[in-house]
């Protein structure tokens, strides 16, 4: 039985909520949702508040889930990133983007891949 886009899309989404933990990360908030997109998961590594953005794909024939980070995705993610920051009441020293992809593969266990600093807001606004 195959799971929908949605079903998949959560529970990539959990399975990198875990392992981020696992990996030191605290967790802040998950699916922060504005007007310009959405925010998978706000995470802390030490001092730098991470905003990560959650791929999953069942191939890699196309480049795998990074592939699936369009122009326009980031774009998105850096506009409710700047949103979120607006409304904090003390600002990070640091803040980066991550990517943690998660490739769904017959008959094996995914293993997320991060990616830390993905991409930077440098050149969209």
């Known amino acids: 039985m195959s799971l929908s886009r949605k ?16 990996q030191g990360y605290t967790i802040v908030a998950m699916n922060v949702r504005f007007r310009a997109g959405e925010i998978d ?3 802390r590594e030490d001092r730098v508040l991470c905003f990560v953005e959650v791929r999953s794909t069942s191939s890699d024939l196309w480049g795998g889930p990074l592939a699936t980070i369009t122009d326009g995705k980031r774009r998105r993610l850096i506009l409710a990133a700047q949103l979120y920051l607006q409304r904090m ?4 020293d640091e803040v980066r983007f991550d990517v943690v ?3 769904w593969q017959p008959d094996a266990q995914p293993e997320p891949d991060l990616i830390r600093g993905a991409f930077t807001a440098d050149g969209y606004f």
Do not use: C, N, T
């Not at 079903?7 to 696992?22: D, K, M």
């Open 101 to 103: 992809s998660v490739l």
């Open 41 to 43: 998961i706000i995470a």
């Open 89 to 92: 009441k003390e600002i990070p």
């Open 7 to 22: 079903q998949s899309g959560a529970r990539a989404e959990e399975l990198a909520r875990a392992w981020l933990e696992r």
